[in-house]
């Protein structure tokens, strides 16, 4: 493994400069890695928009933020159901109404280890429906703005990319066989990591390199992913590795980093480069082939494209 191109430390958010001016589109900021995003971005002077489904905890989350970063800060809240396409169209239609520039979009939220197969209201299963065509219909839609902003779209997967079945299960995408939370969601992951490097080919291939799309994940941080959305099982195996877990903060790094450091890679893999990539130092780390597998990738587009009906205006 090379050495980190952050020194040892790797990548922090000391390195942010000011943002004033800046907008920032995030999902899923009302705790975990999310907030400490959405916290640290405004602390640099950004303008952040949150995408959230309950209007109640993003209220709360703009008045502990107010209290602890000052009245002046500017963020407002978008209410958004990520795992239904209607409430992410409305959603995209009122961030273009509001914001006129869009400097990076974060895609954060996720559903994780849902333990039965549950169906979205669009009919498929939950985890991928919710990670990853939510999140292809809301980029798909923002990407106009995006490239007229010369912006990134960077979304947070997961470690789970490189578990499961490590492909795309195009015969059964709702696992009417064989259904397990783990399998599910590793490959709604897998889909969402894919979907960004897909996506850089046909940036390149139009000519279009003003935009920058990025993958990145946590590490193994303490969020509540898995008690919001997991069974009993996952929860007590969370709670037991928590010892070798890392705080929310620096679960938010790679995030931040892939938002806003000048000339970064788009091809690397970001995260903590410590132990089993859970922990460590932020920086590019090994993506697996089966993340990059281009006739999946091709499939797996084409796929999204017929089943929500959004075709990206590239």
């Known amino acids: 493994m090379e050495a980190n191109q952050f020194g040892k430390k790797g990548w922090t958010p000391d390195r942010i400069e000011n943002l004033n001016g800046k907008v920032f589109v995030v999902t899923g900021t009302t705790s975990g890695t999310g907030f400490e995003a959405a916290k640290i971005l405004l602390s640099k002077g950004a303008k952040v928009v949150m995408l959230n489904r309950n209007l109640k905890k993003a209220e709360d989350t703009i008045a502990i933020l107010k209290q602890e970063l000052g009245r002046d800060i500017e963020v407002i809240n978008i209410q958004m159901d990520l795992s239904k396409q209607a409430a992410v169209k409305k959603a995209a239609e009122e961030v273009l109404k509001t914001v006129p520039q869009i400097d990076a979009f974060i895609c954060n939220a996720a559903i994780a280890q849902v ?23 809301l980029q798909a ?23 499961g079945i490590k492909t795309i299960k195009f015969d059964d995408l709702n696992w009417d066989k064989d259904y397990t939370p783990n399998n599910a969601y590793s490959q709604s992951k897998l889909a969402q990591i894919m979907s960004m490097y897909e996506l850089q080919d046909r940036l390149k291939e139009a000519e279009k390199t003003n935009v920058k799309a990025y993958a ?4 193994a941080s303490k969020t509540n992913l898995i008690s919001t959305s997991g069974g009993l099982m996952m929860r007590i195996m969370f709670y037991l590795m928590m010892p070798l877990t890392q705080s929310a903060e620096k679960g938010a790094y790679p995030q931040l980093m892939c938002a806003t450091e000048p000339n970064l890679d788009q091809k690397g893999f970001y995260g903590p480069t410590g132990r089993s990539n859970w922990v460590g130092p932020v920086g590019a780390h090994e993506i697996k082939p089966h993340a990059k597998d281009k006739a999946v990738a091709t499939r797996l587009w084409e796929l999204s494209e017929k089943e929500t009906g959004v075709k990206w205006n590239i």
């Open 115 to 137: 333990p039965k197969q549950t169906l979205t209201v669009d009919g498929w299963e939950s985890q991928m429906g919710t990670n990853y065509y939510g999140n292809w219909t």
């Open 141 to 163: 839609l923002l990407f106009p703005l995006i490239e007229k902003s010369k912006g990134r779209i960077v979304t947070v997967g997961s470690l789970g990319y490189d578990m």
């Open 216 to 219: 990145c994940h946590p590490g």
